[in-house]
């Protein structure tokens, strides 16, 4: 294996990151279903990741909603839960759309 040197700041080497494609958000989604699909729509991923990541966030609609996850053969087709991003945010949802689950997320604000 061999080490390849990097040309340093400012000599036109410069590491170019694929960017997402940026879609201007004139309301917010309706649906955790609706945002999952913005979201994948603008990330700029290949459709086979694209199809890896909605069947996580799928699987996340259905937790986020208090219901199981279809298992087994019920699982392909199955119609995910459509709830309001905004009920995430209920206190009824145990604050389940914060980073760390509890009330003000992680840092407590």
Do not use: C, H, N, Q
């Not at 040309?7 to 989604?29: D, I």
């Not at 913005?38 to 069947?55: D, E, F, V």
């Not at 309001?84 to 145990?94: F, K, M």
């Amino acid at each position: 294996m061999t080490i390849e040197s990097v040309p340093k700041l400012g000599t036109g080497g410069a590491l170019r990151l694929p960017r997402a494609r940026v879609l201007p958000l004139s309301a917010p989604p309706a649906s955790y279903t609706a945002a999952v699909e913005r979201y994948l729509t603008g990330a700029g991923i290949a459709k086979s990741s694209a199809r890896i990541y909605r069947i996580s966030l799928t699987t996340w609609g259905w937790m986020l909603a208090g219901e199981p996850a279809p298992t087994g053969p019920t699982r392909r087709g199955a119609k995910p839960p459509v709830f309001p991003v905004a009920a995430l945010d209920e206190p009824a949802a145990g604050g389940a759309g914060r980073a760390g689950g509890g009330p003000g997320g992680r840092d407590g604000r």
